[in-house]
């Protein structure tokens, strides 16, 4: 049973948080924003030590500890509150007596994958062990977007690690972490400044003319009342490819991301009979050495919008399109 005590204060969403929400209501009782994954542990575990870290990780980072109080804010958006304690067990998965462990694993955790989370003030993760044999264990985190990004994915990891590890050696475990409130803070402050207008502005005089969409939803008619199925595409670069790309990027003064990028646009382009691509770029919008320690959701989506003469080589492509991302760096914070 799970135990909250104690409200504190409550506090608007940040932007990032304010375009999960929403769209997570259009979307209805949905997992699309159910994010996490596992990770393997080699080695003999303690449940019940692990329970107690599981527990340690929780005090230590107050976004783990975010409600949602529907309604509560203006307009109808729901404000947040980091409660003060929250007890949520860690259910263990005994796996070991299976044919095939890893793989009645796999299955389970996708299940568990779908279920959706409830954006009512009820817990926004759920962890799990898995115990597949007795020196193989999985431990399992699954999040609403809402409360984590992939940054703080592996934050938490490493400091579910450190605290079970400290335990283990009968050392103090260390407890304090940065707290998601001064994120928040520094959002709202952000949306009050003269950099926010500047910054607002350099995003309306690039998109005045929208373009069209480069790709139509082929699905509508055929899932009319369900969302479409998402699939992952997974192309891995060659070890010399990498090296070629990196050294062509070098002799344009720039980085393998631009490169990669420019290759995207000149097939888009080609393809699609278009002068124009938009890409949504993830920023990690993590501004300074503390937010890189605190977990909780930074990450927002920044429209990268290419449109260049068809009459540049390749390298002045590649030097033009690094001199885009260097004026969108600049003003990326705009959500």
Same mark, same amino acid.
């Given at each position: ?13 940040? @932007? @990032? ?123 399992? @985190? ?119 990028? @420019? ?73």
């Amino acid at each position: 049973m799970n135990q909250l005590l104690q409200l504190t204060d409550t506090y608007p969403l940040t @932007a @990032a948080q304010r375009d999960i929400w929403l769209d997570q209501m259009t979307q209805g009782h949905s997992p699309l924003y159910t994010i996490g994954g596992y990770l393997e542990i080699n080695g003999a575990v303690d449940p019940e030590r692990f329970q107690q870290a599981v527990e340690l990780l929780v005090q230590k980072h107050d976004a783990l500890r975010t409600m949602l109080l529907p309604g509560a804010g203006e307009a109808g958006l729901p404000m947040q509150t980091l409660i003060a304690a929250l007890d949520e067990p860690v259910p263990v998965q005994d796996f070991s007596d299976q044919p095939d462990p890893q793989a009645s694993a796999q299955v389970w955790m996708q299940q568990r994958m779908q279920i959706a989370f409830q954006l009512d003030g009820s817990p926004l993760f759920r962890f799990y062990l898995i115990k597949l044999n007795e020196t193989s264990f999985y431990f399992v @985190a699954h999040v609403h977007h809402i409360i984590l990004d992939g940054w703080g994915i592996s934050l938490m990891f490493e400091s579910l690690g450190d605290l079970y590890s400290a335990l283990e050696d009968d050392q103090p475990p260390q407890v304090s972490a940065p707290s998601y409130v001064d994120f928040i803070q520094d959002d709202a402050r952000y949306r009050d400044s003269t950099r926010f207008l500047r910054d607002q502005q350099y995003w309306l005089d690039k998109y005045q003319e929208v373009p069209e969409p480069l790709f139509v939803a082929r699905y509508r008619d055929q899932y009319p009342k369900q969302l479409a199925p998402s699939r992952h595409a997974l192309w891995r670069f060659a070890h010399s490819l990498n090296e070629r790309v990196d050294a062509l990027a070098r002799r344009h003064q720039s980085s393998r991301f631009p490169v990669l990028l @420019a290759a995207l646009y000149v097939y888009f382009i080609r393809t699609s009979q278009r002068d124009e691509l938009v890409i949504g770029l993830p920023i990690l919008n993590r501004s300074n050495a503390a937010f890189k320690q605190t977990l909780g959701l930074f990450t927002q989506v920044s429209a990268v919008r290419l449109q260049f003469g068809v009459d540049l080589s390749f390298g002045e492509l590649i030097r033009a399109v690094t001199r885009t991302l260097k004026q969108d760096y600049r003003n990326q914070r705009f959500p």
